[in-house]
């Protein structure tokens, strides 16, 4: 998995790091910040991958959340 992940990001791809427990959500904030990623540690919306144009209609800016 680590060779996985290193491969992607040598490439310049995307990464979304989810932790939406409560004792999770600084940790993850704190290292998707360092790593430059997209994160979600509030609640996660249903559909927010599968139905994007909508969650980007709801939400009004794709990077808040």
Known sequence: ACNLVFDAASKGKQFLIVGTKNKAANAVAQAAI????????????????????????????????
């Open 34 to 65: 360092r790593a430059r990623c997209h994160y979600v540690n509030r609640k996660w919306l249903g559909g927010m991958l599968t139905n994007w144009p909508t969650t980007e209609q709801k939400t009004g800016d794709s990077t808040v959340f």
